[in-house]
């Protein structure tokens, strides 16, 4: 791998580090304000919001200027949105600001492996940048879970500055202060990172005209054979995934007793497995073997179904994190093969875009459905085991999809594609 990889995966380390410890920290502001349960999963859907709104510009803007530049500039606005949860903005607002953030930095993070390396090197990539992200989400979660404990909340609030009082008198603003750290160590990589010295055509600033390029741009993926296979498991991948995290976290305080900071730790479990499943999958899958893997999709969800019935902790472990392997193990191969489609039809920033905003209008609509179920008390047993059997039920019908595409056109061919010019 070339020198410059390294460098956006230390800076995506700590950037994403930062957002999941802060998705914890804002958890524990609503239950410091008696917010309902409900209310929980409005923060993921506020964060995947931004997404959705903003997926027909930011690859334009990521494509507009060098890379690093772009994740520079995004990573400040993160810092103005944990900044808010400061000055008491309702979690749910300020959370979301992040995500406006998140939703610009993602296009630039992605899009400059493509620009950097052979489309031989970009599962191999993924594994090592999904690996370390996961790795990121593990230790945001403990890191969140343990700044908001009492023992090390308390610590932190016994720490005194002479002259200046920061008014730091609650577990979730000493929380706030070190997470705002990670932000900044992130935005020091930023700086750090290679301009590739690719150029796109001159970007279209006209909204409507951007609209309409990324209609075009989400027609093509949709379009192309091998673009809407893969780009229809990694959209139930993360919409699922997101669900997934709010739902081991409930089931660990209803099946296992567990409280928040104890139940973020179980979740570590299922990252960990993530990690585990995504690196195996960088050294066993090539590209064009990536569709071989989706029959695991449908085993992860009917594993996941299982977990209505596991009530000891040992045991739920062990799930968790066969349920990560597997998921980590799939769902690499198809966003490599995702992106490699991306810019044979289209430019990097642009692929990613598309894949943001369809991955975010499935986060969007499945945790409304968790949500809304949280709100009129649905037992978790019957949450989990609907879960489940939806992700297996859907990963079912994408590999019948794709059989069928296969009857027409032998699209597995297309991944040695070149891109025209």
């Known amino acids: 791998m070339k020198r410059g990889f390294y460098t956006i995966m230390a800076a995506q380390f700590f950037s994403s580090l930062a957002d999941n410890a802060l998705f914890i920290a804002a958890m524990a502001i609503l239950t410091q304000i008696h917010a309902p349960s409900w209310m929980n999963p409005l923060l993921k859907w506020s964060f995947a919001l931004s997404y959705v709104l903003l997926a027909a510009f930011v690859g334009a803007f990521a494509d507009s200027r060098p890379k690093g530049e772009v994740m520079f500039v995004t990573n400040l606005i993160k810092i103005t949105g944990c900044s808010l949860m400061f000055f008491n903005v309702h979690p749910v607002i300020a959370y979301g600001i992040v995500g406006f953030g998140a939703a610009a930095y993602s296009p630039a993070k992605y899009g400059i492996l493509t620009e950097l390396l ?3 090197k970009l599962v191999e990539a993924n594994g090592w940048i999904e690996g370390l992200t996961i790795g990121s989400i593990i230790l945001g979660f403990t890191l969140g879970g343990q700044l908001v404990s009492a023992k090390v909340s308390s610590m932190l609030m016994a720490i005194h500055f002479p002259i200046i009082d920061f008014g ?13 750290g990670c932000y900044v160590i992130a935005g020091i990589f930023n700086l750090r990172i290679p301009n590739t010295g690719v150029k796109y055509k001159e970007p279209e600033y006209m909204p409507i005209q951007l609209a309409k390029d990324f209609g075009h741009c989400s027609y093509a993926l949709w379009k192309d054979k091998l ?3 893969s780009l229809s498991v990694t959209t139930l991948f993360w919409g699922a995934g997101a669900s997934l995290q709010l739902i081991v976290i409930r089931w660990a305080e209803i099946n296992l007793n567990l409280s928040l900071s104890d139940g973020t ?5 299922f990252l960990v497995g993530i990690a585990i499943g995504a690196i195996c999958a960088a050294h066993f899958v090539p590209l064009k073997k990536s569709l071989s893997v989706m029959p695991l999709g449908i085993l992860m969800g009917l594993c996941v ?4 019935f596991v009530t000891h902790y040992a045991l739920g472990c062990v799930l968790l994190m066969f349920i990560g392997g597997l998921a980590g193990y799939f769902v690499v191969p198809m966003n490599a093969l995702l992106q490699h489609r991306g810019h044979v039809l289209m430019s990097a920033g642009h692929s990613i ?20 179920m949280e709100y009129f008390k649905i037992n978790i047993f019957f949450i989990i085991i609907s879960f489940g059997l939806f992700v297996a039920g859907t990963m079912y019908a994408v590999m019948l999809k794709h059989q069928a595409n296969q009857r027409v056109l032998d699209s597995v061919a297309l991944i040695g594609e070149e891109k025209s010019h």
């Open 118 to 120: 052979p489309p031989e």
């Open 168 to 180: 730091i008198d609650t577990a979730a603003k000493s929380a706030l202060v070190v997470i705002t």
């Open 227 to 229: 673009g809407q296979v």
């Open 265 to 269: 730790q179980l979740l570590g479990v």
């Open 305 to 308: 179904a299982s977990m209505a």
């Open 353 to 372: 875009a598309v894949q943001n905003f369809n991955e975010n209008v499935s986060i969007l609509l499945i945790v409304s459905m968790y949500a809304l």
